[in-house]
């Protein structure tokens, strides 16, 4: 039973245009949320984080906005540039437990030129 | 900058054979993890450590085990290889962050292929 969902696997957007990539979780413990970039054959790198007390976060283009009502949160990207070409995925943990990460399936995200 | 470094980047082992995945990170984390990356599947964890000489299981254990010696170093063993554990695997480390969360640096990965 996956905890945390992405539910578009793959999106596609034209440069200088919004990337809008969502995720939905169920465990309503969680209370970290993050974002991770992956290029193909490279590890996971760290985008964007939120904390459970806030509901949104940003970073220069990357924006995170977290509904804990509707246990969902979202990442925009604007404006979407070519390198932002890779699989995003979504992860949350709940602090207390070792800041063990509960990874989304993954969006694929092209950007065209 | 946080370095988690695997010890292969590409791995091809026959069936049954006991193989060995090596990660080290030198930033000081207490907290180690393995994860698999298979597509559509996400990243899933199979072990984690949180102190030397502890390990915990993941998600997805069966079929493999860990080792932490040291506090930079943490192994993963599979005990006996099958085709089902064709993935790409990920090692993480991060520091423990109970109050404010963290965020888990990875490895470049090992691209696992059992024959």
């Known amino acids: 039973d996956q905890q945390v969902k992405q539910n578009s696997p793959s999106l596609s957007v034209q440069e200088g245009r919004i990337s809008i990539l969502n995720c939905d979780y169920t465990?309503?413990?969680?209370?970290?949320f993050l974002w991770y970039k992956k290029y193909p054959a490279e590890g996971p790198t760290f985008l964007i984080s939120?904390?459970?007390?806030?509901d949104k976060n940003e970073d220069g283009r990357f924006t995170v906005f977290l509904n804990k009502s509707a246990k969902h949160l979202s990442l925009h990207i604007v404006p979407s540039q070519p390198g932002d070409s890779a699989v995003y995925f979504c992860a949350a943990s709940v602090k207390a437990a070792g800041n063990k990460l509960t990874f989304g399936g993954g969006t694929r995200v092209l950007v065209k030129p | 900058d946080v370095k988690v470094t695997q010890s292969s980047r590409y791995l091809v082992k026959r069936t049954g054979e006991k193989v060995f995945l090596e990660c080290v990170q030198d930033?000081?984390?207490?907290?180690m993890f393995w994860y698999r990356q298979d597509p559509g599947l996400g990243l899933r964890l199979i072990y984690f450590?949180?102190?030397?000489?502890?390990?915990e299981k993941g998600d997805i254990p069966e079929g493999y085990s860990v080792s932490r010696e040291k506090k930079e170093r943490f192994s993963l063993i599979l005990e006996s290889a099958s085709t089902n554990q064709t993935s790409m695997y990920l090692c993480?480390?991060?520091?423990?962050?109970?109050?404010?969360?963290?965020?888990?640096?990875f490895g470049q990965g090992t691209r696992l292929t059992v024959v």
């Open positions: 993480a480390s991060a520091l423990t962050g109970v109050y404010t969360g963290t965020e888990a640096f």
């Open positions: 939120i904390s459970s007390i806030k």
């Open positions: 465990n309503s413990m969680f209370d970290y």
């Open positions: 930033m000081d984390h207490e907290n």
């Open positions: 450590s949180y102190d030397v000489k502890m390990k």
